[in-house]
């Protein structure tokens, strides 16, 4: 069944309305909304506590979108790509990264003059790593490019304190950028 040139699955036509769910004239999804305000709309309305322990994922409840890849396969993924333009498109994913049984990272991808690259991962573990797509403590930091050479803490706009890494023998300077104080 073809609905404004969406193709439905049969399960979906047959309960479109019945369910509270409508595809609109101009092409927008409503799944739990017969009034979607978006391209696609998941309007739930529960109450479950969330978990993070839960085995689920808890993606029996109202309000969640699962992506599901069934492969098995070590470093096979599931996720979301985002697209900005029509032409010279840039991409930035989001992805779940199967790294063994039961095991999962988490990867972010953006993409600069048309190079794509994962900056940030988040490890089975509960390592982070920015720059770094194997991160060996809680946060990782790597850069190869000259200006991002350590961190800084802003507030309002103003640089406050930097942590900056000066040069190939591994010192390291700490700025408070507010008092001029450098150790």
């Given at each position: 069944t073809n609905y404004n040139n969406v193709t439905a699955p049969y399960t979906l036509a047959q309960n479109l309305n019945a369910d509270g769910n409508n595809i609109t004239a101009v092409g927008s999804l409503g799944i739990g909304t017969t009034s979607p305000l978006h391209k696609v709309d998941i309007m739930g309305d529960a109450s479950t506590a969330y978990d993070a322990t839960s085995d689920s994922g808890q993606s029996n409840h109202d309000a969640t979108l699962q992506v599901f890849n069934k492969n098995t396969t070590d470093e096979s993924f599931a996720g979301l790509v985002f697209r900005n333009r029509n032409s010279n498109v840039g991409i930035s994913r989001i992805s779940s990264i199967s790294k063994g049984f039961a095991t999962t990272d988490m990867s972010f991808v953006t993409e600069h003059n048309n190079t794509k690259s994962e900056k940030l991962r988040i490890t089975s573990e509960g390592n982070t790593g920015i720059g770094t797509s194997s991160p060996n403590q809680l946060l990782s930091l790597n850069s190869t490019a000259s200006t991002a050479?350590?961190?800084?803490?802003?507030?309002?706009?103003?640089?406050?304190?930097?942590?900056?890494?000066?040069?190939?023998?591994?010192?390291?300077?700490?700025?408070?950028?507010?008092?001029?104080?450098?150790?």
């Open positions: 050479r350590g961190i800084s803490i802003d507030q309002s706009g103003a640089e406050r304190v930097k942590l900056l890494y000066t040069n190939s023998s591994g010192s390291f300077d700490i700025n408070n950028v507010t008092a001029g104080y450098t150790s």
